[in-house]
């Protein structure tokens, strides 16, 4: 029994090498510049952000145009999510905003960039991107209206539960 | 995932070990007091489910449930479990534990630990009450 096991192990193992070698070969290589339009991640420490600008002022133009019709004027009372405001405080259900618990703000133009607006998303230019999210963050009272947001001052904005997260303190092994 | 006070998890990816009863179950109509099958699925974003035991009385006394293999890491378990039914009022519960050792908490105890605000990954015992008639209705037991 005991050597048996092993053995017949073996021949899993010896029987699979050939087998894999002859895998069908799917898919191919995918070029840099193919790659480039999908790859627009952007890092909580800015990492990935364009060389673009802009303000809130500039982004309250694209904000009602593109944007209040379902987070409502201001952000606040639309049909979908709340933008300004909230509260995470304890002892009562939580209203959950960029201004109330985002911690970063380089998360917000990764989103809007990506998904927004929901019916016609990556259709923003950078500099409207840029505008809109400081629209959003000076809504929260975090960004004055004529604060230029770019790269460098985009990712130095500290948001107002920048500490509000811990780790998860149950990982799997 | 955000606690009862202000502060929230980062990055909790895991559904950790839940199970549901899912007969009897609100819909599903018991005729009359007597012999009953309750069954239910389990399983664990940790790892592969160990035990699962059942209560037909709001979580008071507890019997091991069988399970339907094959028994596999992060699937769902089928479990079973005999029942005597009085034709009285019960509270049906499941509870599971994974093989890393995790069993499912009360409700009391997950709201202990991470409030009730959190609304992701919730996975306490439920509990399902049966009244005279033999419906099924979820409730906080």
């Given amino acids: 029994m005991s050597m048996l096991k092993p053995l017949a192990l073996l021949a899993i193992i010896s029987t699979a090498a050939p087998a894999l070698a002859q895998a069908p070969q799917f898919g191919q290589p995918i070029a840099p510049a193919d790659l480039a339009p999908w790859d627009i991640g952007i890092g909580p420490d800015g990492a990935g952000l364009p060389p673009d600008r802009g303000t809130a002022t500039q982004g309250e133009m694209v904000f009602i145009s593109k944007c209040q019709a379902c987070h409502g004027e201001k952000g606040v009372n639309g049909t979908n999510d709340a933008l300004a405001g909230g509260s995470i405080a304890p002892g009562k259900p939580a209203l959950k905003t960029v201004g109330s618990y985002w911690p970063y703000a380089t998360t917000l133009f990764d989103y809007v960039r990506r998904a927004m607006p929901f019916q016609e998303s990556k259709s923003l230019t950078n500099d409207e991107v840029y505008a809109v999210a400081a629209y959003i963050l000076n809504l929260n009272g975090i960004v004055s209206a004529d604060e230029i947001l770019d790269a460098q001052s985009l990712q130095k904005v500290k948001m107002p539960n920048r500490d509000g997260f811990i780790p998860f303190p149950r990982y799997p092994k | 995932m955000l606690l009862k006070d202000e502060k929230a998890w980062q990055f909790v990816f895991p559904m950790e070990v839940k ?15 007597g012999f009953y099958e309750i069954s239910g699925l389990a399983w664990s ?8 035991e059942v209560s037909a009385d709001g979580g008071l006394s507890w019997a091991l449930a069988a399970l ?7 699937a769902p378990v089928r479990f079973r479990s005999a029942w ?58």
């Fill in chain 2, 19 to 33: 199970s549901v009863i899912t007969r009897p179950s609100p819909g599903l109509l018991l005729k009359g007091s």
């Fill in chain 2, 84 to 141: 005597q039914w009085n034709g009285g009022s019960a509270v049906l519960q499941s509870r599971a534990t994974d093989d890393t050792g995790m069993m499912q908490p009360t409700r009391a105890a997950f709201a202990e630990e991470r409030g009730l605000r959190g609304f992701y990954h919730y996975n306490a015992i439920a509990s399902w009450s049966i009244n005279e008639k033999g419906e099924a209705a979820n409730v906080y037991a």
């Fill in chain 2, 45 to 52: 974003g940790n790892g592969t489910i160990r035990q699962v």
């Fill in chain 2, 68 to 74: 339907q293999g094959p028994v596999l890491p992060r």
